[in-house]
């Protein structure tokens, strides 16, 4: 087996995408789950501080206001698929080949 040595256009070229394949289902959910907690977890703190605050009334207000959406908004997102990335990629692409450049004898009968 012979090893040859990576020259700087390998080294600096971009990757080539072999597979338009989106993330696995796996991956999607546990992303998914991940921005429905923390999205949860942001409401107990904002009940916390409105209680904490509760002697500026507009900020304590504030706070009440932020937490009721917030388990409609965790919803949300969480049952929403990422959308599809347009962006350009490097693909492969080879060069396509003629069969043969001659010109061929057609017999019509």
């Known amino acids: 087996m012979e090893v040859r040595p990576v ?3 390998d080294r600096h070229s971009d990757p080539v995408l072999i597979t338009a394949a989106a993330p696995s289902y796996d991956d999607e ?3 998914r789950k991940r921005k429905y907690i923390l999205t949860m977890g942001l409401r107990f703190p904002c009940l916390i501080l409105a209680g904490v605050f509760y002697h500026t009334w ?3 207000l504030a706070l009440l206001v932020l937490s009721v959406p917030l388990p409609w908004i ?6 929403d698929r990422p959308p599809r990335k347009a962006e350009e990629v490097s693909r492969y692409r080879r060069e396509a ?5 001659r010109e061929h004898r057609v017999i019509d009968g």
């Open 7 to 9: 020259n700087e256009h």
């Open 29 to 31: 959910l546990a992303a």
């Open 58 to 60: 507009w900020l304590a």
């Open 74 to 79: 965790a919803v949300l997102i969480a049952n």
């Open 97 to 101: 080949k003629q069969l043969e450049a």
